[in-house]
């Protein structure tokens, strides 16, 4: 028990240090290839901050813990808007400038609805896993054609300065992409071994395990990605890294994971109580965010609806482990 946990604790540190040694690398060798910054932002940035739930999610596939993937990635979102957004908010209110970003949030909603009727025959299958990774080279090939096509935009310029700041050479850049990714896989599989030990030393699914444990240490990129970027005003990125990673969990992380070990008997629950609680705060979000004719702000005030609710749902999850 205490290797177990000893284990996730160094998967952690692991995994949030090679996470941002990754996403500096690949950020790098993508401007010295000459790439846009907005398409760094949007798609090299977002798939390195998703990185950490893609890996931990493959290794527990392989290891045949598909469920403990699923709950990394339903977990994972209801931390990003709950807890990453909710704390970003009490230290930096956000105001959401972006036109990308109000384009995205709508995407995001369709993602988390047609995920539910995915889960509605309580299975993921094979084909479903396919179109779910399909769904996401989609998403990436519009995200491209957004940054290139975008001349003008808030998230743009916020990128930009925060890229100003990047002066590392191209030998550098790979080594840190190289080092980073076999790291992130590296503290992945030691993360994903004492989790699977802790469930079965406690009599706790892999399910309840993934969405809790797992989900907050995987999502530790999105919370000092998006703090950092309030706290310097880069308001747009400290949103952008929640919806994109959000999009990229269910598309990617889940697919990835039911293309290598399709999850069938699914607990009920899934769907009656996770993804309808990632469901209720992803709506919460697009209504904050969106604005609807006006700038979106997510303040202080609904900093701390979307904490609260994270607490009660992590509360329910707690009390329904401790009465079963």
Not at 54 to 79: K, Q, R, T
Not at 152 to 161: M, N, P, R, S
Request: proline share 3%; charged share 10%.
């Amino acid at each position: 028990m205490f290797i177990a946990a000893l284990s996730i604790l160094i998967g952690f540190v692991l995994l949030v240090w090679s996470a941002d040694k990754f996403v500096d690398g690949a950020a790098a060798t993508a401007r010295h290839a000459g790439m846009p910054s907005l398409l760094i932002g949007m798609v090299i940035v977002g798939f390195g901050t998703s990185a950490p739930e893609m890996v931990v999610s493959a290794m527990a596939a392989l290891d045949g813990n598909p469920n403990l993937a699923l709950g990394n990635a339903v977990g994972s979102n209801i931390v990003n808007i709950g807890l990453v957004l909710g704390v970003t908010a009490l230290i930096a209110p956000i105001m959401v400038h972006s036109n990308i970003i109000r384009k995205e949030m709508p995407i995001l909603l369709l993602i988390t609805l047609a995920f539910g009727a995915i889960l509605l025959n309580n299975e993921i299958s094979y084909m479903e896993a396919v179109l779910l990774l399909g769904g996401f080279f989609a998403l990436i090939g519009w995200s491209i054609f957004s940054a290139l096509k975008t001349r003008k935009d808030t998230l743009k310029d916020d990128i930009e300065k925060e890229l100003q700041t990047d002066g590392m050479t191209l030998p550098k850049a790979i080594t840190w992409l190289v080092v980073g990714l076999l790291l992130l896989i590296l503290s992945s599989r030691i993360l994903v071994w004492g989790a699977v030990n802790i469930a079965t030393s406690l009599g706790i699914s892999d399910l309840i395990v993934g969405l809790t444990i797992v989900a907050i240490g995987t999502s530790l990129p999105e919370l000092a990605a998006s703090v950092i970027a309030a706290k310097k005003g880069e308001h747009d990125i400290a949103i952008g890294n929640v919806v994109g990673s959000n999009m990229f969990n269910l598309l990617a992380v889940v697919g990835i994971a039911g293309v290598i070990t399709p999850i069938s008997n699914l607990d009920p629950q899934v769907l009656t109580r996770d993804w309808a609680t990632m469901t209720a705060l992803t709506i919460a979000l697009f209504v904050m965010a969106y604005g609807f004719g006006k700038k979106g702000k997510v303040g202080r005030a609904k900093g701390i609806f979307l904490l609260t609710s994270y607490i009660m749902y992590n509360l329910y999850l707690v009390f329904g482990v401790m009465s079963s």
